[in-house]
C-alpha cells in the first residue's frame, strides 16, 4: 500500500468515526448539503439515461408515416361528406314539412311539383316543373310556396310544365301596397346572369307616403292570381316624372327552388263579398182564355161554283 493510499483511508476513516460521533441532527445537514451539491449532476445523468433509453425504440419510416396522413386525411374527407349529407337530408325534411303544413292549411287548391331543370342563361326567367297537363295543369296557372308568389305556368307538356318566374319582365300581377290605397302594375327587370333582378311595382301616386318594409299582395284582379298572396316587402320608393314605383324585395329565394306548388282552384276566401245580381222582374201571367159563343158566330157563304151566282 502506498503512502497516498494509506493517507486517503485514514482520512475516509476519521470522517466516518466523526459522522457516528456527531448528532443525528448534524449527519442530516451535512446529507442534505451533498444531495443539493450533487443533484445538477443526477439529473443530467437521468436524462441521458431516457435518451439512450428512447435511441433503442424501433421509430416509425417515412413511408409508414405518410400512409397514416393518407388515411387520417380519407377519413377527415368522409366525415365531411356525412356532414354535409345530414345538413342537406336536414334541410330538404324541414322543406317538406313545411310544404306540408302549407298545403293543410291553405284554404287552396293545389298541386305539388318538384323543379326538374333550371338554365343559367333563364335562371331568373323560367324553370320547368314534373308536372303537366295530364297532371290537371293549365297554362296562366298561378305557381307559389309557403313564403309567397313565384310565377305563372307557360307552356304545357303531358308531364312537364314551364314556368315563368316573378323575376321574368315579362310577367306582370296587379298588386297592392297594405296599409295603403296604393296599387298598380308589378314585374321583373331585366338583369344580368349573376345578379338578382328586383321587382318594380309602377304606376303609383308621386305624392303616396310609403314606409320601406311594407307588405306587397296580389290584388286578384285579372283573373290568374288570387288576392292577399304574399309577393313581397317595398326596399324604396322611387319618384319618376309622371308616377311613381317602388322597388320590392321578393318574399320567395329564386335562387333556391326544389318545390313549389300549382293552383288548381282557388276558393273564395271568407268575408269576399258576393257579386250581387239584379233581380230579374216577375214574369207576366198568362192571359185567361175568353168564352166564346158557338151561337154567335155566322157561318160564311160558300163561293160560288160553276159561274153561277147565289140562289136569288
Same mark, same amino acid.
Given at each position: +500500500?502506498?503512502?497516498?493510499?494509506?493517507?486517503?483511508?485514514?482520512?475516509?476513516?476519521?470522517?466516518? &468515526?466523526?459522522?457516528?460521533?456527531?448528532?443525528?441532527?448534524? !449527519?442530516?445537514?451535512?446529507?442534505?448539503?451533498?444531495m443539493a451539491a450533487l443533484s445538477p449532476f443526477i439529473r443530467s445523468s437521468a436524462a441521458t439515461e431516457r435518451q439512450l433509453s428512447q435511441l433503442g425504440e424501433p421509430q416509425p419510416?417515412?413511408?409508414?408515416?405518410?400512409?397514416?396522413?393518407?388515411? @387520417?386525411?380519407?377519413?377527415? /374527407?368522409?366525415?365531411?361528406?356525412?356532414?354535409?349529407?345530414?345538413?342537406?337530408?336536414?334541410?330538404?325534411n324541414n322543406q317538406l314539412r313545411e310544404m306540408v303544413n302549407f298545403r293543410r292549411m291553405s284554404p287552396l287548391k293545389l298541386t305539388a311539383a318538384r323543379v326538374l331543370k333550371r338554365v343559367s342563361s333563364t335562371w331568373w326567367s323560367s324553370m320547368i316543373i314534373d308536372k303537366g297537363a295530364?297532371?290537371?295543369?293549365?297554362?296562366?296557372?298561378?305557381? &307559389?310556396?309557403?313564403?309567397? @308568389?313565384?310565377?305563372?305556368?307557360?307552356? +304545357?307538356?303531358?308531364? +312537364?310544365?314551364?314556368?315563368?318566374? @316573378? !323575376? /321574368?319582365?315579362?310577367?306582370?300581377?296587379?298588386?297592392?301596397?297594405?296599409g295603403t290605397l296604393e296599387k298598380g302594375i308589378l314585374a321583373g327587370e331585366r338583369a344580368g346572369v349573376d345578379i338578382k333582378p328586383d321587382l318594380r311595382l309602377s304606376f303609383l301616386s308621386r305624392s303616396a307616403i310609403i314606409p320601406p318594409g311594407s307588405p306587397v299582395l296580389t290584388t286578384g284582379?285579372?283573373?290568374?292570381?288570387?288576392?292577399?298572396?304574399?309577393?313581397?316587402?317595398?326596399?324604396?320608393?322611387?319618384?319618376? /316624372?309622371?308616377?311613381?314605383?317602388?322597388v320590392i324585395e321578393p318574399a320567395v329565394d329564386f335562387s333556391q327552388l326544389d318545390h313549389v306548388f300549382v293552383l288548381e282552384? !282557388? @276558393?273564395?276566401?271568407?268575408?269576399?263579398?258576393?257579386?250581387? !245580381?239584379?233581380?230579374?222582374?216577375?214574369?207576366?201571367?198568362?192571359?185567361?182564355?175568353?168564352?166564346? /159563343?158557338?151561337?154567335?158566330?155566322?157561318?160564311?157563304?160558300?163561293?160560288?161554283t160553276n159561274g153561277e151566282g147565289p140562289a136569288r
Open positions: +500500500m502506498t503512502k497516498f493510499n494509506l493517507l486517503a483511508t485514514l482520512i475516509f476513516a476519521g470522517l466516518a &468515526l466523526g459522522l457516528i460521533s456527531m448528532g443525528a441532527g448534524v !449527519t442530516r445537514r451535512i446529507q442534505s448539503g451533498v419510416d417515412l413511408p409508414s408515416l405518410k400512409r397514416r396522413i393518407v388515411e @387520417l386525411e380519407m377519413e377527415l /374527407d368522409r366525415h365531411r361528406i356525412l356532414s354535409q349529407k345530414y345538413v342537406q337530408v336536414l334541410g330538404e295530364l297532371d290537371g295543369l293549365a297554362t296562366d296557372t298561378p305557381v &307559389l310556396n309557403a313564403q309567397g @308568389l313565384i310565377g305563372k305556368t307557360g307552356k +304545357m307538356a303531358p308531364h +312537364m310544365a314551364e314556368v315563368i318566374l @316573378l !323575376t /321574368d319582365e315579362m310577367c306582370r300581377v296587379s298588386a297592392r301596397i297594405e284582379e285579372g283573373g290568374i292570381f288570387p288576392p292577399g298572396v304574399m309577393i313581397g316587402r317595398v326596399k324604396r320608393f322611387e319618384i319618376k /316624372d309622371v308616377s311613381a314605383e317602388a282552384q !282557388t @276558393l273564395e276566401a271568407p268575408g269576399t263579398p258576393q257579386t250581387a !245580381t239584379s233581380p230579374q222582374p216577375p214574369t207576366p201571367p198568362a192571359p185567361k182564355a175568353l168564352p166564346v /159563343d158557338l151561337s154567335e158566330i155566322q157561318t160564311q157563304p160558300k163561293p160560288p
